[in-house]
């Protein structure tokens, strides 16, 4: 079992930084493949950013490409996503989670999920 939890969402101005961070207990952390997904209102969460075991591999959705960097501390536990040049379509909820497989961008293989953190970007 792994338990993560996420924070540092908040509210922000277009074109302002935040920096969610993903804090896991349980088993060994480093074994798993971590991702950041997000759900807006009345829309199907959707894959953001994902990081391999290894840190050498970094996966974006496009659509934050260039703003976004997603980042891991296996020997503190915890995952990063450094969110840069926030637009307010990118206002939802961001929940960090973790599979036991290879990177994908599909939530469905994802085994663990945090409780999300709300990010609120105002224009």
């Known amino acids: 079992q792994v338990q993560l939890v996420e924070s540092g969402g908040g509210l922000v101005q277009a074109g302002g930084s935040l920096r969610l961070s993903c804090s896991a207990s349980?088993?060994?952390?480093?074994?798993?493949?971590m991702g950041w997904f997000r759900q807006a209102p009345g829309k199907e969460r959707e894959f953001v950013a994902a990081?391999?075991?290894?840190?050498?591999?970094?996966y974006y959705a496009d659509s934050v490409k260039g703003r976004f960097t997603i980042s891991r501390d296996n020997a503190k536990k915890t995952g990063y996503l450094e969110m840069n040049s926030l637009k307010p379509e990118d206002t939802a909820v961001y929940y960090c989670?973790?599979?036991?497989?290879?990177?994908?961008?599909?939530?469905?293989?994802?085994?663990?999920w945090g409780q999300g953190t709300q990010v609120t970007v105002s224009s």
């Open positions: 349980g088993r060994t952390f480093s074994s798993y493949t």
């Open positions: 990081v391999s075991w290894s840190p050498s591999s970094t």
């Open positions: 989670a973790a599979s036991t497989g290879i990177f994908t961008r599909a939530p469905g293989n994802y085994d663990y």
